[in-house]
């Protein structure tokens, strides 16, 4: 398959929205990187907890709307 290319002037910038402001957006994926043992599992079960209880986060940003998580 060959390769495409795009003009970068030709793309159009698009307001992103965010799950966690400035640090988890919605709609794109999103690395949680540490070494072995520093809490990664821990903290993804945790943001899971706080967008199915629609909680405040830990920082006190503004309540996430109840949502679902896979």
């Given at each position: 398959?060959?390769?495409?290319?795009t003009?970068?002037e030709?793309l159009?910038?698009?307001?992103?929205?965010?799950?966690?402001?400035?640090r988890?957006?919605?709609?794109?994926?999103?690395?949680i990187?540490g070494?072995?043992?520093c809490g990664k599992?821990g903290?993804?079960?945790q943001?899971a907890?706080?967008?199915t209880?629609?909680?405040a986060w830990?920082?006190?940003?503004?309540e996430t709307?109840p949502?679902q998580?896979l």
């Amino acid at each position: 398959m060959p390769a495409r290319t795009t003009n970068m002037e030709a793309l159009q910038d698009e307001q992103l929205m965010w799950l966690w402001k400035n640090r988890i957006p919605l709609s794109r994926t999103t690395l949680i990187e540490g070494m072995p043992g520093c809490g990664k599992s821990g903290l993804t079960v945790q943001i899971a907890a706080m967008v199915t209880n629609g909680s405040a986060w830990p920082d006190g940003t503004s309540e996430t709307p109840p949502g679902q998580v896979l």
